[in-house]
């Protein structure tokens, strides 16, 4: 049983670059949070997804933006990179729109370096 | 909103010696507590989680934990360290329902290294 899938592993961009990481949930769950987790911090709550709808959003700036798509996986985009996007960025997987009490399932991460 | 202070950011142990890693929160609603581990390279690993009932919970690999909840802490434990278990550690509260319900927020994290 597959667990969640992030791509590419790596990824190393220009400042003003824009960027995608996609995330394909573990088999059966239907709901996809993105985290953000710098250099010696704790995770942070970008946003989540559920029904191709954003339901939840944390204190991000409009410049991350996401997607979902019918078969539940899901793209980060971030435009306009600056050198303080730099982190290793967390896809979690759940179901049923929330998840929190079920446990979410997260994959190993895209780490983003921005020069 | 919410805040998780972990209060150690590196805890140094031997091998087979107990430890405790210390997390309080701080929510003015009913809360979920867990704690995660994190081994260098990968993503986040569940080890344990409150959601109601008896206040000590059990976790995989040994770890339990204890919900406080007049001392607002969550703190994690372990009898006998093993070389194995060193990686970082990290306390994580959500809302038990309503808004914010899938949101979880993290501490800081706390480093175990156990010497053998």
């Known amino acids: 049983d597959a667990g969640v899938t992030q791509s590419p592993t790596h990824l190393i961009k220009t400042r003003g670059q824009q960027v995608t990481l996609r995330c394909s949930p573990k088999?059966?769950?239907?709901?996809v949070s993105w985290y953000q987790q710098a250099l010696g911090q704790g995770p942070q709550f970008i946003f989540q997804?559920?029904?191709?709808?954003?339901?939840q959003r944390g204190n991000f700036p409009d410049r991350f933006s996401g997607h979902q798509f019918p078969n539940y996986s899901s793209e980060l985009n971030v435009n306009a990179l600056l050198l303080g996007d730099s982190a290793l960025y967390l896809c979690?997987?759940?179901?049923?729109?929330?998840?929190?009490?079920?446990?979410?399932?997260f994959g190993s991460g895209t780490r983003l370096t921005v020069v | 909103a919410q805040s998780v202070t972990q209060l150690d950011s590196q805890v140094p142990v031997f091998e087979e010696a107990p430890v405790e890693l210390r997390c309080n929160y701080s929510?003015?609603?009913?809360?979920?507590l867990f704690w995660y581990v994190q081994y260098p390279n990968q993503g986040l690993q569940l080890l344990l989680k409150?959601?109601?009932?008896?206040?000590l919970v059990k976790g995989i690999n040994g770890f339990e934990a204890e919900f406080n909840k007049s001392q607002t802490s969550f703190h994690l434990r372990k009898p006998s360290v093993h070389i194995s278990d060193t990686a970082e550690y990290f306390c994580?509260?959500?809302?038990?329902?309503?808004?914010?319900?899938?949101?979880?927020?993290f501490g800081q994290g706390t480093i175990l290294t156990v010497h053998p």
């Open positions: 979690a997987s759940s179901l049923g729109g929330g998840g929190t009490n079920y446990g979410y399932t």
């Open positions: 929510s003015s609603v009913s809360v979920y």
């Open positions: 994580a509260v959500s809302n038990a329902g309503g808004t914010s319900y899938g949101k979880l927020t």
């Open positions: 088999s059966g769950h239907d709901t």
């Open positions: 997804y559920y029904e191709e709808e954003e339901r």
């Open positions: 409150y959601l109601s009932g008896s206040t």
